[in-house]
């Protein structure tokens, strides 16, 4: 059995989230396992960093699969590209040892969120940000960012059905970054 990870970008505008859903819901995992399954003709093992909601896109996520193929790498990479969607794409490959798991092996997370604060919006940007006409305090949104930093619970943001002890997290970096056209950029590293 070989363990094999990639690295999917992709659009998640008309997927409902990245996690295999039942029924016939569109996701990203599943777009992947039926490329995966026609590929190989069989899925062995599946395993990724982490979740994505509806319509939330990804620039890097970490996925790993196994299968009893020995794959030559380039010509995988381009045909798993060639059958997926225009909207998912595969940007790296490489076999890693048997012990790899995307999920348990991730080091960290970095979440990137785009905010549009003008009095129009960018047809480049409508799929990717926040709309917000009124004006923000960017002072005031990066001193508590800053307050981000370090280890905290986060109990007020999980799920009530959460085991205790899986909501301290810590946070890297905070950061509220102003590029032109009013583009804010809120990045968080965990």
Same mark, same amino acid.
């Given at each position: 059995m070989n363990n094999y990870l990639a690295v999917v970008e992709y659009d998640g505008t008309d997927y409902k989230g990245f996690q295999s859903q039942?029924? #016939?819901?569109?996701?990203?995992?599943?777009?992947? !396992?039926?490329?995966?399954?026609?590929?190989?003709?069989? *899925?062995s093992g599946f395993g990724y960093a982490g979740r994505t909601d509806s319509g939330v896109h990804a620039t890097?996520?970490?996925? #790993?699969?196994?299968t009893?193929?020995?794959?030559? !790498?380039?010509?995988?990479q381009w045909k798993f590209n060639c *059958?997926?969607?225009?909207?998912i794409v595969i940007s790296k490959m490489e076999k890693v040892p048997q012990d790899f798991d995307a999920r348990r092996d991730a080091k960290q997370r970095q979440y990137t969120y785009y905010i549009v604060n003008s009095s129009t919006q960018s047809v480049f940007w409508k799929r990717y940000s926040l709309f917000i006409t009124g004006k923000l305090d960017t002072d005031a949104?990066?001193?508590a960012a800053k307050r981000f930093i370090g280890t905290n619970d986060f109990t007020s943001f999980?799920?009530?059905?959460?085991?205790?002890?899986?909501?301290?997290r810590e946070v890297?970096?905070?950061s509220i970054g102003k590029r032109t056209g009013g583009l804010l950029v809120f990045r968080i590293s965990a």
């Open positions: 039942p029924g #016939n819901t569109k996701t990203v995992q599943g777009e992947l !396992l039926k490329a995966l399954k026609t590929l190989t003709g069989e *899925i890097h996520q970490v996925i #790993n699969f196994r009893y193929s020995e794959l030559d !790498l380039y010509r995988f *059958i997926l969607p225009d909207d949104m990066r001193e999980c799920s009530v059905n959460l085991h205790p002890g899986f909501n301290t890297y970096s905070c």
